[in-house]
């Protein structure tokens, strides 16, 4: 189903009252997160229709809004935070269909906002009841960018995902879920920092996301992907010295940051906690 982490409490009302901070994590009060990654990307391309087999979005099935809001309903009852994540880099594959991927959705801007139209909103306007909601916009996207390391059969221009993201970014942040925080979830911190080197670029900053849509599209909190292969050992053992590289060498700007599916030398580390002010 999904990653269960112990995390810190989603704090809706301090969020209201504290223009500075779009999220804020209360340590005061502990809840589960749970990350749904493939399930919930599966369950939602499953119900989407498209025109003519292409990739132009044209509803959700009958039923798809009422289980989302049942999961949902359902998590905050037993107070558990749940991650949705949209998308993932897979929809450049061509592993559902051979010969035909979902790549257009990113490409094609009229594709992007008639995804966010016919189903994007329809899911807001459910979420929007909700204050246990997190929304990942798309897994490890830098795995289909030709200026990433594109490993699908399609691949797309930074600039195209950037836009992709923005856009839905920016439809969150205008709709009455504008307190549902976002995110994307970045492959490495080799392509989520404006460290260069060693990084290679950051492609999820606010001036980046603001320079092609606008400055509205910016991420709620950056949630950058680890795996052993980015293992250094100057580092010593990485849970404790990452987490410092990550505030205070790789991230120009304070503001939470969340460390998921990590798998180091000392072990599977989840890191969760802190705050990001604007």
Known sequence: MGTISAGARLDSRTRATAPSSRLFFSLQTKMVLILLGSGFTLMQEQALSFQGGGTTVTGLSSTFLSD???????AASFSIVVQLCLWSFDM???????????AGIISNQDDTNAYINKALNPMLQVLARYDNVIV?????PEWCMKEGQCETKDCVEAKDMQ????????????????????TVGSASLKWASPTV???VTDFWSDA???AVVGPDAALD???VHYYDWMYNPQWGCVPALLLFYLTRSYLSQPRHNLIEKATTPCGRIQLFGGRRTR
């Not at 989302?68 to 359902?74: C, I, R, T």
């Not at 836009?163 to 976002?182: D, E, T, Y």
Request: proline share 8%; with cysteine.
């Open 68 to 74: 989302l809001e049942g999961l949902v309903q359902m």
């Open 92 to 102: 450049c594959k061509d592993e559902a269909t051979p010969g035909a991927t979902k």
């Open 136 to 140: 990942e916009i798309i897994n490890e």
């Open 197 to 199: 080197p060693p990084a």
């Open 221 to 223: 909190f950056f949630n």
């Open 163 to 182: 836009r992709f993201v923005g856009l839905i970014s920016q439809a969150i942040h205008r709709q009455k879920a504008a307190s549902i925080p976002v």
């Open 208 to 210: 980046a996301l603001g």
